[in-house]
């Protein structure tokens, strides 16, 4: 009898890429985001065309980016385009912020360079530029009231009310900001040259979650300004703004893992479905057991993430 044994080690190399730019009025910045939106969309059409058999006269076309480089007079490299995914579900995003454009994709290896020139080429600038993420982008929105507005004495009340509408129960922004760990934090600022208030989250959708915040703040009288940037590691990235002030009307609360019960295959399932990660990663806070599993949560999440890991067996604490 022969036996064949082999042994083989894959890994998955994406990450995500996120470009941002600065211009100088939200119309150029709305301009900017329609045409690249229209091209991201275009392109990545014109990518699936090429992986159809069914569709080859249309895949055998220039493709929409070499034509958006030459319409711009930009400065392709090699293969352009070809970096790009061809995922017909997951396109990458182009939209703009006040007078902020941000261009992302979760899951790719980079993305094309000409995305910066052709913001220089409109007037803009590039401010930060993230290639190739693997740990969570974080998303930080600055908040301001214009001067000619600005009412000090009104001003706590104005952020007091709109972090309620933020974080009232099943809002939009809470939903967008579920997956992971470590959910919002927000700090008032006080000091000279400071953002009235800065408030932090990890989206899963990036897009929507700017875009939530930004509504949401217009409605209430601020202006928003937008980062982004890599978290460092696994711990908490928004340890800068927490604890969170000012407090919101309903306290927040965290909920502590403290042993895994009679099921842990059980508990590392639900663990995977609260913090989405992988398998592996679930196994390894359960290993660290007592753990905090949410810091500074609302307390239905924690409430809510309490009742399922009990469920499943564990044994919880919620302070």
């Known amino acids: 009898m022969k036996v064949k044994v082999w042994n083989a080690f894959a890994s998955n190399n994406s990450g995500s890429y996120t470009i941002v730019g600065s211009f100088p009025s939200c119309e150029i910045a709305e301009e900017v985001a329609r045409e690249l939106t229209e091209v991201l969309q275009s392109h990545s059409d014109w990518l699936s065309a090429k992986a159809n058999w069914s569709r080859l006269p249309e895949a055998f076309e220039e493709s929409p980016f070499s034509k958006f480089i030459k319409r711009h007079d930009l400065h392709p490299k090699e293969n352009e385009g070809g970096i790009w995914t061809d995922c017909d579900d997951d396109i990458p995003q182009a939209f703009a912020i006040e007078s902020k454009v941000i261009v992302h994709h979760d899951y790719t290896i980079t993305m094309p360079r000409e ?12 401010q930060q530029e993230i290639n190739h993420a693997h740990n969570p982008v974080v998303a930080i929105c600055e908040l301001w009231v214009p001067w000619e507005e600005r009412k000090e004495e009104e001003l706590p009340g104005k952020i ?5 509408i933020l974080c009232a129960p099943g809002s939009a922004f809470l939903e967008l900001s579920r997956g992971g760990r470590y959910g919002p934090a927000w700090r008032r600022g006080d000091e000279f040259g400071a953002a009235p208030l800065t408030i932090g989250a ?16 217009n409605e209430q009288g601020f202006k928003t300004s937008i980062k982004v940037f890599e978290a460092f590691n696994e711990s908490d990235p928004l340890s800068f703004l927490r604890p969170s002030t000012p407090p919101l009307e309903r306290k927040l609360k965290s909920l502590t893992l403290l042993e895994a019960g009679y099921a842990p295959t059980e508990v590392v399932n639900v663990l995977m479905q609260l913090l989405d990660v992988s398998y592996s990663d679930a196994r390894d806070v359960l290993d660290s057991a007592p753990v905090v599993i949410f810091a500074d949560a609302l307390p239905e999440r924690a409430e809510e993430a309490a009742s399922l890991l009990k469920k ?8």
């Open 115 to 126: 995305f910066g020139e052709f913001f220089y080429c409109k007037g803009g600038r590039v």
């Open 160 to 164: 007091s009310a709109l972090l309620e």
């Open 312 to 319: 499943a067996g564990a044994s919880v604490q919620i302070s």
């Open 202 to 217: 990890i989206f899963d959708d990036l897009c929507a979650g700017f875009t939530t915040v930004n509504q949401t703040a």
